[in-house]
């Protein structure tokens, strides 16, 4: 059987919207909201360190400029990650996996890692973030913990991670439909696929499929209320959103499925 300790609900960059995104007010606002379950970006700084950011370039959500992966953590950490969201967050720092860690595994919630590769640091990244990963959850993963759920768009970042912490579980995120779906997730060792929801319209018969290959399944970016209830009542394994105040999180994990034969 599939073992998924994983809860249905999860919130997206933290509560992505109501504090800056994938920093530690974001998820320190989920947190105060119930929620449990939540999804952050993870990449690499030059000087090897893990920490939180979506874009490749600092100007999005920060006051810095240029390339994110060319700063080392010291420079990294004295950027302003909350200004551009409002003024009450204006000083937030980047936060580093090792924070948000620490935050979650004394909350009891759980996380779901996505790799961000900037181009061409694919294996660095894969590989680093997973090292780093494994290190700081694995005191609570011996009493008990689940490990996260690390997941990626890139195949060799996810290749990289399996070679560095091959104990992680792993997901293939999808936001176009390759020719074998299942068949891509299972090549990378990976035990769910994060799928964009619309790709479940165009391809009806995926969640079966995955079902029935042992995979879960999970979608992104879910906003609406009625598409949420329709996908939770088809099945699907979790749901990823930014409206975390539309929705009442339920910690419990889902059932397992049976082993693919």
């Not at 960059?13 to 105060?32: C, D, H, I, S, V």
């Not at 690390?150 to 995120?173: D, I, T």
């Not at 105040?245 to 339920?250: E, G, K, L, S, T």
């Amino acid at each position: 059987m599939v073992h998924w300790p994983y809860p249905f609900w999860i919130a997206h960059r933290g509560a992505g919207k109501q504090a800056p995104e994938n920093t530690l007010a974001a998820f320190r606002t989920g947190l105060a909201m119930g929620w449990r379950g939540f999804e952050c970006d993870v990449r690499v700084s030059a000087d090897g360190q893990a920490f939180l950011l979506h874009d490749d370039t600092l100007e999005r959500c920060t006051d810095g400029h240029g390339a994110a992966a060319a700063l080392e953590w010291p420079a990294l950490a004295r950027l302003d990650a909350g200004g551009w969201h409002s003024a009450p967050y204006r000083g937030e720092p980047l936060a580093r996996l090792q924070d948000v860690a620490t935050l979650l595994l004394a909350q009891g919630a759980v996380l779901n890692i996505e790799i961000k590769p900037p181009p061409g640091a694919e294996a660095r990244t894969g590989a680093g973030v997973a090292r780093q990963a494994q290190a700081l959850w694995q005191a609570a993963k011996d009493a008990g913990a689940p490990w996260p759920l690390l997941s990626s768009f890139r195949p060799a970042a996810l290749a990289a991670a399996r070679l560095a912490a091959p104990l992680l579980p792993r997901a293939l995120l999808l936001d176009r439909l390759p020719p074998d779906p299942v068949a891509a997730a299972r090549s990378s060792g990976c035990v769910a696929l994060v799928v964009h929801h619309p790709l479940l319209t165009a391809a009806p018969d995926l969640l079966a499929h995955a079902h029935q290959a042992g995979l879960r399944l999970l979608v992104y970016t879910v906003n609406d209320p009625a598409l949420a209830r329709h996908l939770q009542h088809a099945g699907v394994d979790g749901l990823i959103t930014d409206e975390v105040q539309c929705f009442q999180p339920d910690p419990a994990p889902r059932p397992p499925l049976a082993q693919a034969r």
